[in-house]
């Protein structure tokens, strides 16, 4: 089968509603369409209050998120970050266009999120910062990276780009256990809204704290520092990391809909758990008692007793007309950084694994039961 072909099950497709096109079109008429209007302070209000935040500074992508909220951290060379191996280059790019150096650990063999376990040895003198990933909608154990952040004064930039909704059972020990979004764990949080993202803008992201000047400071860096009193003066750089008013009013459609769109991802999760928990040389996504996850994008890891790497088990998917996509390559297997001179003689054996082995299956909005029972029929049968 060919990925042109109509019954071709895409990995993903974006679920735009009556009301996102009826907000969309009323933004385009009013005028204001660049990032002033009012449908960014929406927005920002209504997504930091769905996350528990106090402030949402809307950025362009989550990859401007995060290198804004490294930016505020105001590194100097050789001030350190800690970060998962397993992430997308934006997480380490971030520290090093700031002019910070990444520091890696490896992942969690099955939550796929950065190993806590292994946070405490690295960090140093040098450590500024702690930013967890959380992966494909399940949230990184965070209570130890709060901790140790405490314990550390470390500040923490949560990468929630990937969970959505997704929550966190805090204090799970004690007879005060709350679940609390992912989002509202960091100093600072960052969301992207692309395309394929729980809630989308086409492209787009958000940062969110609690803290007042460091809103403030998150928005003059996103636009290009203007100085207060007189305009076009500036008195350090900044960045045009700023959203539009449409991008903002389609945002702010999907936030009206996140309860049912965060219930159908949790039942699209649940629907392939149940049906692949069993399957030989498979191993599914998990969700641990204290996490719920949305299961951004619903991977699965392949055992080497299969013979085949998750290459080769994608093509024989895409032959049955199911589209996946590869999990993410180890920041210390990125060539770019290699010749940087990064990461050398650095080995993660579980990132490395995951990398060769895992890969993600169809996991849109759009999804149909019967679409997902072929998902399902395919990997099995690509197993024979
Ligand atoms: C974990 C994570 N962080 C950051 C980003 C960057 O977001 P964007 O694509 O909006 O720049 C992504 C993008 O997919 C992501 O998966």
Redesign the pocket.
Known sequence: MKKSDSDFIPVNEPAIGQLELELVSQCVRSGWVSSAGSFIDEFEHKWAGYCGRRYGIAVS??????QMAVRALELRPGDEVILPTF??I??AQAVIYTGGTPVLVDSDPETWTMDVNQLESRISSRTKAIMP???YGHPVDMEPVLNLAAKHDLTVIE?A??AHGSQYLMHRSSCNAKWVRCGSMGTVS?F???A??VVTTG???MVLTDDPALAERLRSLRNLCFGPDRRFRHDELGYNFRLTNFQAALGVAQVERIDEIVSRKRWIGEYYSLRLKDVPLLQPAVERPWASSTFWMYGVVLHEESGMDAAAFSARLEQRGVDTRPFFLGMHEQPVFRRMGLFDNECYPVAERIARQGLYLPSGLTLTEEQLDRVCAAVKDSLR
């Open positions: 992508s989550g990859t401007a998120g995060l992430t997308i934006s997480c990933v959380h992966i990468d780009a990937e960052v992207s809204f692309y394929n993202k492209e787009g992201g």
